[in-house]
C-alpha cells in the first residue's frame, strides 16, 4: 500500500490545481444536484468543483487516511469518504463524477471508464484528467534507478499501472458516450531546480519505490535520482527548471435514451 503524504504532495498545489481547473471549466453541465470527486486528494481539486457548481451537493472520497483528514479540514462542510476508487458502487447516480490525477492508480481502465460512465444520471458529464508522463526522463529515471542495486531487491520490481493513448481511451469509450472529448495538454512548470523535480515527484510517482525502501535506502535512492535529473533537466541562467508536465483530459458523457 502506497503511503500518501497530503503535506508533500501539496507543496506544488498552484501548479497541480491548475489542470483540475481547465478540466471543471470544460465541463458542459450548468445545473448540477450531485457531484463527486473521486481520489480528492487533500480537497484542492474538490474545491475547484464545488466553486463550480456551488448549489450542488458536492462529496469527495480517497483511499489515502492522511488525504481525507486534510480535505475534511479545508472543507469542513462537505461530505469526505475513506475508499477505494476501484470497489466503488453507489446506489444513486451523479451529474458529475470527477476523476483528477487519480484513475492511474487504479487498474483495469477497460471495465473502469465504462462503469464509471454508467453511474452518470442522464446529462451527466464524467471529468477524468490523468498524468500522460510515463515516457517523460523523470519516470524513466526513477524507473531506471528503480533496476539498480542495492535499491532493486528492495523495490521488488514494482512497475506504474499501465497508461493508454487517447485514441485508445476514445475508441473504448465512444459506444457508451453521447458526448465524448478528449484532448492532451503539456504544462510546462518552472521549479527551483532539480532538487524542486525530485519534492515534486516524491508526493506522487516516486511514493511507490520509496515506501519499500528504508530511510538509508531512501536518502541514496534520491541522490541517484537527483544527480540523474540535474544531467536530464538542465537549469537555466537563473537556477530555474522549466518541467514539462503532460495530461490527458477527457470529458464523457452516457448516450441519451
Known amino acids: 500500500m502506497t503511503s500518501w503524504s497530503a503535506k508533500q504532495y501539496s507543496a506544488f498545489e498552484n501548479e497541480r490545481t491548475r489542470p483540475v481547473r481547465d478540466l471543471v471549466a470544460a465541463l458542459p453541465n450548468q445545473q448540477v444536484r450531485r457531484a463527486v470527486d473521486l481520489g480528492c486528494g487533500p480537497g484542492n481539486s474538490t474545491e475547484v468543483l464545488a466553486s463550480r457548481y456551488p448549489d450542488a451537493e458536492v462529496s469527495g472520497m480517497d483511499s489515502s487516511e492522511d488525504m481525507i483528514q486534510t480535505a475534511r479540514k479545508r472543507l469542513p462542510a462537505m461530505q469526505f469518504e475513506l475508499a477505494d476508487i476501484a470497489a466503488w458502487d453507489p446506489a444513486d447516480t451523479y451529474d458529475v463524477i470527477l476523476a483528477n490525477a487519480s484513475l492511474q492508480w487504479v487498474p483495469d481502465h477497460a471495465t473502469l471508464y465504462p462503469r464509471l460512465v454508467g453511474k452518470l444520471a442522464p446529462g451527466g458529464s464524467l ?16 524507473r531506471q534507478v528503480a533496476g539498480e542495486a542495492p535499491w532493486a531487491a528492495a523495490i521488488g520490481g514494482f512497475k506504474h499501472p499501465p497508461r493508454h493513448s487517447a485514441a485508445w481511451y476514445y475508441e473504448l469509450l465512444k459506444p457508451h458516450c453521447g458526448l465524448l472529448d478528449v484532448w492532451r495538454t ?42 540523474l535529473i540535474e544531467e536530464a533537466y538542465p537549469a537555466m541562467a537563473d537556477g530555474t527548471v522549466l518541467l514539462p508536465f503532460p495530461r490527458l483530459f477527457i470529458v464523457a458523457g452516457p448516450k441519451q435514451g
Do not use: I
Open 127 to 142: 471529468a477524468v484528467q490523468t498524468p500522460d508522463n510515463l515516457e517523460e526522463p523523470a519516470h524513466r529515471l526513477a
Open 186 to 227: 503539456t504544462y510546462h512548470h518552472p521549479l527551483a531546480g532539480a532538487a524542486a523535480v525530485v519534492e515534486w515527484f516524491k508526493g506522487t510517482a516516486l511514493r511507490p519505490y520509496l515506501d519499500r525502501l528504508d530511510a538509508a535506502g531512501q536518502a541514496s535512492f534520491l541522490a541517484r535520482y537527483q544527480s
